[in-house]
């Protein structure tokens, strides 16, 4: 196999994985955001159950979200060169993204029926932004 090819790979690989983590993230938090929570109100379960389950999926769309930013954040120290890395607009959405997790997950663990809606919308938008920026290109150097 040629150099070239292996950096044809590489730029392949490093574009998909960022599309599948933000695919994963985004529309994760979208549906839980527009369909299973609203969805909860009206199935009819008893109010501390629903307050319960509204609970662990937001704890575990954080931790989701989390996990696929910093994946984001790795596939672009590895696809930039290092002098563009800081001035990279999609690494500053990411790392926004990131304080926002670790902040709500703080929040939830000290107040445990606190509102998931106004970070979850916050991470919806970052995460559409992110939708209309290209993918990383993996450039050697």
């Given amino acids: 196999m040629s150099k070239s090819a292996t950096s044809e790979s590489r730029a392949g690989f490093v574009a998909l994985a960022w599309h599948i983590a933000l695919a994963f993230w985004v529309g994760g938090a979208l549906s839980l955001q527009l369909v299973?929570?609203?969805?909860?109100?009206?199935?009819g379960l008893a109010p501390m159950l629903a307050d319960d389950v509204r609970l662990?999926?937001?704890?575990?769309?954080?931790?989701a979200t989390l996990w696929c930013a910093a994946f984001q954040w790795l596939l672009l120290m590895i696809a930039s060169p290092?002098?563009?890395?800081?001035?990279?607009?999609?690494?500053?959405?990411?790392?926004?993204?990131?304080?926002?997790?670790?902040?709500?997950?703080?929040?939830?663990?000290?107040?445990p029926m606190y509102d998931?809606?106004?970070?979850?919308?916050?991470?919806?938008?970052?995460?559409?932004?992110?939708?209309?920026?290209?993918?990383p290109e993996y450039r050697k150097g």
Avoid: H, K
Avoid at 56 to 63: D, S, Y
Avoid at 87 to 98: E, G, I
Avoid at 116 to 135: D, Y
């Fill in 36 to 43: 299973s929570l609203p969805g909860l109100q009206f199935a």
């Fill in 56 to 63: 662990v999926l937001t704890r575990m769309q954080i931790e």
């Fill in 82 to 111: 290092q002098a563009r890395r800081l001035r990279d607009a999609r690494v500053l959405a990411l790392a926004l993204v990131a304080v926002v997790c670790l902040i709500d997950l703080f929040i939830q663990g000290a107040l």
């Fill in 116 to 135: 998931f809606r106004i970070t979850g919308m916050l991470l919806v938008a970052s995460g559409l932004w992110l939708l209309s920026r290209p993918a």
